[in-house]
């Protein structure tokens, strides 16, 4: 069964601190995505990554940095967290190629104080 | 500027009626067009797809029209069952693959 696992499903942090979310998938998918979800907005990707070590700009890419070490792991990172970064982040992977679902993380809801 | 848009952000039906909930686009490059349900403090689940070289796909209670000459979508649920009740995200894909571009979703509400 298709599994995407997120570290956190809620996060608390303060203004200026580094923030880590973890995403893990077992599909073996090449791709793997970082969204943020807000009202009125909908999913609006942040970056993506179509192998390990290669990370592509979303739309949203300003404030937040991601790594890709090995296949299966997908890290977005907030360097420095300020109140806007207050979100639902939902991580994704997919196989690589077109006409591939995506399969979604259950989110982490972060709230940066 | 989005480019899939979702104009309705609520919906209401009676149970056992039909839902339909639409989705536009602006880009004619997508290529590949899904809809998501997602329930609260979840992430959100595949629902059905179509790809552009057709015109309808169905699965169960859910059809999905594609109409490119209008850019339009629409996912119909009939008949709509509570259990249903949720958002729901159309999503577009790049004929490059691997960029996908969602909606601002539509929450559906069945009443029983």
């Known amino acids: 069964d298709v599994k995407v696992t997120q570290s956190s499903r809620y996060l608390v942090k303060r203004t200026g601190e580094k923030v880590f979310l973890e995403c893990v998938q077992d599909m073996d998918h090449e791709n793997m995505f970082w969204y943020r979800q807000d009202p009125g907005l909908g999913l609006r990707l942040i970056y993506f990554s179509y192998d390990v070590k290669m990370k592509e700009k979303g739309d949203i890419p300003e404030g937040y940095s991601v790594s890709r070490e090995k296949k299966e792991r997908f890290s977005l990172i907030l360097e420095s967290a300020s109140t806007n970064q207050t979100s639902m982040y939902l991580c994704a992977s997919s196989l690589l190629g077109g006409e591939e679902t995506q399969y979604f993380g259950p989110g982490t809801r972060l709230l940066v104080l | 500027d989005q480019q899939v848009k979702q104009n309705s952000p609520s919906l209401s039906v009676q149970e056992g009626r039909i839902s339909i909930l639409n989705c536009d686009y602006t880009n004619s490059m997508f290529d590949y067009f899904l809809w998501y349900k997602k329930y609260p403090a979840e992430g959100p689940t595949f629902l059905i797809s179509?790809?552009?070289?057709?015109d309808k796909n169905e699965d169960g209670r859910f059809t999905v029209f594609l109409n490119k000459s209008a850019k339009h979508l629409s996912l119909h649920i009939v008949p709509s069952q509570p259990g249903d009740s949720a958002v729901y995200f159309c999503?577009?894909?790049?004929?490059?693959?691997?960029?996908?571009?969602f909606g601002t979703g539509t929450s559906l509400t069945v009443i029983p």
């Open positions: 179509i790809s552009s070289i057709k």
């Open positions: 999503a577009a894909e790049l004929y490059t693959g691997n960029q996908f571009y």
